[in-house]
């Protein structure tokens, strides 16, 4: 609330100005503007923060350190000269210091230090950049940076940071207090170093981020397009992925991509000034699946067998905020990971409602609040299945419902409907004024539909993941909707159902999925995998197949790609969710694009038939056609398929806009390939632009569907 007096045209050029020239970070919703008494105030003040009801105020996101913060931390006569805490209105923390609404120093982790009579000084004046930034610090008054490692501890920030570049030249791991919470860090061009973070986190497969220098080193180690670049600079500071211009050993192995970001806090900068290594990997310390170490005694316990030091800032983070991810496609920029930078600003506008809560799925979770017309969501919490994860979950729902002052008992509560998620039994068990189940793939549609805020736009919806409990229980992953958010969504179409043997675990095992999708025809699955010399663990698959036990209906569209995958030679068990796809699509980046296999549409049974491709892919393997080829022709065939099943639909429904959603839809290949095909159909492809494209987004697409439909529910 900005009370002006003066004449009624400078007041018009106050208005003007604010809305066309704001200060660097603001962005302005709206502005509504109604006359009041004339004070007659001379001066120019901040009051303090007054109480609403209902904070109407969004929960700032953490910024990258901006250039003239930059500049002075470089500057040897400036009193912040190489002081790592350095920040000011324009940047730094704001959600991972913050402990409670409104943001005021008092409620945020600076509390503790009292500002010296300069800081002071900034922080009263409105003409200086730092007034009411309230994390504001120095080297006098504010936190410091201390390194432990073997031979104790190095208390001086400056000696501390150099330490740290000098033992990360050296090749050592270090743990890394950022922004939203500790990161295990080594030099990436350094094989030994790599490997040996790799054994000490047990992580054998799953790619790590790297972090470079500058733009310049990242477009040494990167393939970077004008869009990538963008990304890679928005104030979020993500992680890009983007092709691999050389091979970095052991960083992301079997992957053509890596995933870069340049430096966000002060710290980053000062350890590349003081010397660090250009490249390096900085991976949140966690286990697989976990959300990131953010407390400090945790840290110094946990990664005790996996770091050689720890650079320890002193200023404690409110609560953990892993890195974003994102990339580029040719259906425009993808968020892969919603976190640091981006949670928990307002994903979008939503029709009047009383609050809702939205606990998304246990993968890849996030949490959506919908409150005063506007869905926050949270930043990414991990796989709920992990103990850390499921405690950032519950730590977050109660955050965001204090911060927001929200009461437990006025909310709808919306799940996912499969009985066995940590996220359902949760929402089960809280005293809320009601409880809806989402079905997973129907909230997978309706995310991108939010994201778009197009509540009565009629589309066909595309759910392609690896797993969902489905209405029937089976389990779903192939899914083809029709409908709207209003009117909801009907399934009218699918994969050919398969079997997986041993069920969801199967999702572990590529060679499992493959016998199961063979479950018709298992004489000749059996004479095949023989000629194709298929491991052990696909002829015991197949012989559960055939005694139907153990067996369970699924049309998993990532099933398939495990299949596929484990056809072409991926025999052992996957590491990380994703893995068998990715490597699938790594293998067909490699090479060119000579034919097609069939994968029919029966627009009759409404079922997309994988038969006769998986029986073409055999019959050239066998003939002793490359790899290679048949993975990209697998591709192209798939987005064939897929466009003939939408195409056949829009005509039959009059729909032309097709929503695609699912962690099926981050290959790449199947997006180029689908964007290069579409152009003789007529059809508009929606993905979403805010949300993520996997589980992540699940969260939105059910508080969507909830409020589209609420009329007094
Ligand atoms: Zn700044
Ligand atoms: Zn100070
Ligand atoms: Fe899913």
């Known amino acids: 609330m900005i009370h002006v007096e003066g004449e009624s045209p400078a007041i018009q050029n106050f208005v003007h100005a604010l809305k066309e020239n704001p200060p660097p970070m603001a962005r302005i919703n709206s502005v509504q503007e109604m006359e009041t008494k004339v004070n007659g105030w001379t001066d120019f003040l901040i009051a303090e923060s007054e109480e609403a009801d209902q904070p109407s105020v969004e929960i700032p996101v953490d910024l990258a350190v901006c250039p003239e913060c930059l500049q002075e931390m470089l500057t040897p006569t400036d009193r912040r000269f190489l002081y790592p805490y350095i920040n000011c209105t324009n940047c730094g923390p704001r959600y991972t210091v913050i402990k409670k609404l ?408 590529p060679v499992q999925a493959l016998a199961g999708f063979l479950a018709d025809r298992i004489h000749w699955a059996q004479e095949m995998g023989e000629k194709l010399h298929l491991p052990k663990r696909y002829f015991s698959a197949i012989k559960l197949v055939e005694k139907e036990l153990h067996t369970y209906p699924t049309t998993s569209m990532g099933r398939l790609f495990d299949a596929v995958a484990a056809l072409l030679g991926f025999f052992d068990e996957i590491s990380f969710e994703g893995q068998a796809a990715m490597w699938l699509e790594y293998v067909a980046s490699r090479a060119p694009l000579k034919k097609r296999y069939p994968f029919p549409w029966d627009g009759r049974k409404n079922e997309l038939d994988y038969g006769p491709l998986l029986e073409a892919m055999v019959e050239d393997l066998l003939k002793g056609e490359e790899k290679g080829v048949v993975a990209r022709a697998f591709h192209r065939s798939m987005a064939e398929g897929i466009l003939e099943m939408a195409g056949d639909i829009s005509e039959r429904e009059e729909v032309d806009t097709v929503v695609l959603s699912g962690g099926v839809f981050q290959n790449n290949i199947l997006l180029e390939d689908m964007k290069e095909l579409l152009q003789e159909k007529g059809l508009d492809v929606w993905l979403p632009k805010r949300v993520p494209v996997n589980d992540g987004g699940l969260s939105l697409g059910q508080a969507a569907l909830v409020a589209a439909r609420y009329q007094g529910m």
């Open 102 to 509: 409104p943001y005021d120093r008092a409620q945020t982790t600076m509390k503790e230090w009292t500002m010296c009579p300069a800081c002071q000084e900034e922080y009263h004046n409105p003409f200086d950049r730092r007034f009411h930034a309230q994390p504001n610090a120095c080297p006098v008054c504010g936190p410091h940076y201390v390194l432990y490692w073997k031979e104790g501890s190095v208390q001086d920030s400056v000696e501390a940071i150099k330490l740290a570049a000098q033992l990360l030249k050296q090749g050592e791991i270090l743990a890394i207090k950022g922004l939203g919470g500790y990161h295990l860090a080594c030099d990436a061009q350094n094989v030994q170093a790599v490997t040996r973070l790799r054994e000490r986190k047990r992580r054998p497969a799953k790619p790590f981020a790297i972090m470079v220098k500058d733009m310049e080193s990242a477009r040494a180690i990167v393939d970077l397009t004008e869009e990538a670049e963008e990304l890679l600079t928005q104030p979020s500071r993500p992680i890009v992925l983007a092709p691999a211009r050389h091979t970095l050993l052991e960083v992301a192995p079997d992957n053509g991509h890596l995933g870069v970001m340049l430096p966000y806090t002060p710290l980053h900068h000062l350890l590349y000034h003081v010397g660090a290594p250009p490249v390096l990997v900085m991976t949140s310390a966690n286990r697989s699946g976990e959300p990131i170490v953010y407390r400090d005694e945790e840290a110094r316990l946990r990664l005790k067998e996996v770091c050689d030091a720890w650079l320890v800032g002193q200023r404690p983070i409110a609560r953990r905020v892993d890195d974003s991810v994102c990339r580029p496609t040719v259906f425009g920029p993808m968020v892969i990971r919603r976190s640091r930078g981006m949670a928990p600003l307002p994903v979008a506008n939503f029709p009047p409602s009383p609050p809702i809560l939205a606990f998304g799925a246990d993968l890849k979770n996030t949490v959506t609040l919908v409150v005063s017309g506007k869905a926050v969501m949270s930043q990414h919490l991990g796989d709920l299945e992990q103990y850390e994860a499921f405690e950032a979950f519950e730590q977050t729902v109660r955050d965001l419902l204090a911060m927001y002052r929200v009461e437990m008992g006025e909310i709808i509560a919306v799940s996912d409907r499969h009985p066995g998620y940590h996220s359902t039994q949760f929402a089960q068990e809280l005293p809320v004024q009601k409880l809806v189940t989402v079905q997973h793939h129907k909230a997978h549609v309706a995310s991108v539909l939010a994201d778009r805020e197009a509540w009565d736009r009629r589309v066909i919806g595309l759910a392609f993941d690896g797993t969902g409990y489905g209405d029937d229980g089976a389990i779903w992953g192939g899914e083809c909707f029709v409908g709207s958010l209003r009117e909801g969504l009907m399934r009218i179409a699918h994969l050919r159902p398969a079997v997986l043997p041993g069920g969801e675990a199967a999702a572990k095992v």
